[in-house]
DNA sequence: ACTATATTTCAACAAGTGTTGACAATTGCA
DNA sequence: TGCAATTGTCAACACTTGTTGAAATATAGT
């Protein structure tokens, strides 16, 4: 998880080319960080910059390479599911590192292809397959996957890049709380019409 | 709502400058978008740009004017409420000039200040209130309009600037429908508790 | 100390940016 | 037709961008 500290002296440098690079391009987006921001703040000349990683481009696909590593859902009550997957993405955005990138590739995506085509590519690989194997042999799965992608985007969105007092001025603690009941229902309408609990509220047997 | 065509010459090829621009920037958002883009797009020189609206930021600001006219919900059920407010936000999205608007804020707001503030007010003097007001005296109005938001700007980053599958796959008439089953819980919840249904689900007299 | 290698600095490039002011063309009015 | 105002064109400015190659410095091995 945590990378070793380098030894050699150009690793250092080198290493402290990427965290530069990813705190700026967390903090104003790929495009609007130009590689002489980047050597200020790692305190060294822009031509190391390319020296190093080939182009800004090559940068930016090295410093934003992660894994979400969802839990896996299958068989979950709606709230069980809701509240793991509610934990999981706050601990990811609340994290420095992991939320730095997911910042990245968020503040991005909107007028940078190569950071759309990355977010996509998450999702349809990570997020999509743990929903469908929540849903089981619902035909919904699509429908569910959407509306929990519009949640997971939305609050991500709105609390760390846009910064919309409403989101901003929720505690951390109570984030995972919040997601979750938006989740809840969404997951519960995604379940197989069998398991699905009856409208008049009785109890299952 | 819709502008009279314009008389004079120098008004018409005002106006293809601003629909040009209006349409580049909800395409690839205000910094990716050059005064010499908008230019050729109008058919016109890049320096007629500047002469008719002063700067690329003031041609911005011009472009981007508007009111999302939110309907009154205080009083309505959740369902009622969670349909209108659904309704309405896919009718701006997909018409044109205001969906573009609106593109163009999401699209830009992510590295670019202003319209980060122009997102920020429109929700804090438009949305809020609604949603405030759907509340009554319920205290958790502001965790009420935070999930809201998150929906709303989820579902459109998600559709129209990221364009993930899940999400732009569905039809345009369905998309109010799957809004409104992801909003109805979130404005349930926010009701005072005298006017919530009963947690097992008995009718209310 | 001298050499060879690793690391960094510097100056410059070509391309693109918003913006400006001087000039040319066109239009409408007398 | 001639004059004046409106509208459009052109070339250039100062600046920033990613990237490059040669030169300078620092480090280590013998």
Request: glycine share 8%; charged share 25%.
């Amino acid at each position: 998880m945590t990378e070793s500290p380098p030894t050699t002296r150009s690793a250092r440098t080198r290493a402290r080319i990427a965290d530069a690079a990813r705190a700026l391009f967390a903090e104003a987006g790929v495009t609007a960080t130009s590689v002489r921001d980047i050597a200020e703040r790692a305190e060294c000349d822009p031509a190391l910059v390319i020296r190093y990683f080939g182009s800004k481009e090559a940068l930016f696909t090295a410093v934003v390479q992660f894994d979400l590593m969802l839990p896996e859902l299958r068989g979950l009550t709606p709230g069980a599911a809701a509240e793991r997957l509610a934990g999981h993405f706050v601990r990811i955005w609340e994290t420095r590192e992991s939320g730095e990138k997911f910042q990245t590739l968020l503040r991005s995506a909107t007028s940078h292809e190569p950071s759309a085509e990355r977010l996509r590519a998450v999702f349809a690989g990570q997020v999509q397959p743990v929903i469908a194997a929540f849903c089981g042999e619902g035909a919904s799965a699509g429908d569910t996957a959407a509306k929990v992608a519009s949640v997971v985007l939305g609050v991500a969105l709105g609390r760390y890049i846009l910064r919309l007092p409403p989101l901003t001025g929720i505690a951390p603690e109570r984030l995972p709380d919040l997601i979750a009941t938006s989740l809840e229902p969404i997951l519960a309408a995604g379940l197989p019409a069998r398991l699905q609990p009856r409208e008049d509220g009785d109890p299952s047997p």
